[in-house]
């Protein structure tokens, strides 16, 4: 799969010049449960960045630069330097900008993205309001723990079945309903309501 599934022509130029200038090559591959993309510094003489090809076209986009930010960072400090620390937030800030407006995203996206870059953490997964907005541009939405009620029943990928008991201070507790054990899900946790 090709770059212009997911990013428009003056984009896929600009992500081009940073490939030849990073030393990376992207690669758009089979989706990751643990994660939306990946950096892997040099293997081949080059920096490797896997994007997975499930993701909508503005998530797309985000994890590029994100994971495109790293193999800058590598090509000037190396692993002299947290992955995720100072001079990683500043170079993923430097490089977001340019795409914050409304040519790259919805409105919808621009504020919490916005904020996001202010102090960006290790994931976008990890930020809820802008994850929660992002999924809405997915294909087959799914549905998040925080969109049912307490008292739901629910099943995830892997069949087991739970109630969704309460919320605590960010997540939802729940019982799995053949062992009566309690755990907690992110508000972000996809269900299926049974």
């Given at each position: 799969?090709?770059?212009?599934s997911?990013?428009?022509?003056?984009?896929?130029?600009?992500?081009?010049?940073?490939?030849e200038?990073?030393?990376?090559?992207?690669?758009?591959?089979?989706?990751?449960?643990?994660?939306?993309?990946?950096?892997?510094?040099?293997?081949?003489?080059?920096?490797?960045?896997?994007?997975?090809?499930?993701?909508?076209?503005?998530?797309?986009?985000?994890t590029?630069?994100?994971?495109?930010?790293?193999?800058?960072?590598?090509e000037?400090?190396?692993?002299?330097?947290n992955?995720?620390?100072?001079?990683?937030?500043?170079?993923?800030?430097?490089?977001?900008l340019?795409?914050?407006?409304?040519e790259?995203?919805?409105?919808?996206?621009?504020?919490?993205l916005?904020n996001?870059?202010?102090?960006?953490?290790?994931?976008?997964?990890?930020?809820?309001?802008?994850?929660?907005?992002?999924?809405?541009?997915?294909?087959?939405?799914?549905?998040?723990?925080?969109?049912?009620?307490?008292?739901?029943?629910?099943?995830?990928?892997?069949?087991?079945?739970?109630?969704?008991?309460?919320?605590?201070?960010?997540?939802?507790?729940?019982?799995?309903?053949?062992?009566?054990?309690?755990?907690?899900?992110?508000?972000?946790?996809e269900?299926?309501?049974?």
């Amino acid at each position: 799969m090709d770059l212009s599934s997911f990013l428009t022509h003056e984009t896929i130029k600009k992500i081009n010049s940073w490939e030849e200038k990073f030393n990376v090559k992207v690669i758009v591959s089979s989706p990751s449960k643990s994660r939306m993309g990946v950096f892997i510094p040099k293997r081949y003489g080059y920096h490797l960045v896997r994007i997975n090809n499930n993701l909508n076209k503005y998530e797309f986009l985000i994890t590029l630069i994100h994971e495109i930010a790293h193999a800058s960072i590598w090509e000037k400090y190396g692993r002299r330097v947290n992955p995720h620390g100072d001079e990683w937030k500043e170079q993923y800030k430097k490089m977001m900008l340019p795409f914050l407006n409304p040519e790259f995203f919805p409105e919808d996206i621009l504020r919490p993205l916005s904020n996001h870059i202010i102090n960006p953490r290790a994931s976008t997964v990890r930020d809820l309001e802008l994850s929660r907005i992002l999924k809405k541009y997915d294909k087959n939405r799914s549905t998040f723990i925080s969109e049912i009620n307490d008292g739901d029943e629910f099943y995830i990928d892997n069949g087991k079945r739970f109630v969704r008991m309460e919320k605590l201070r960010k997540n939802y507790q729940c019982k799995e309903i053949s062992t009566g054990k309690l755990y907690r899900f992110s508000p972000l946790a996809e269900v299926n309501l049974i």
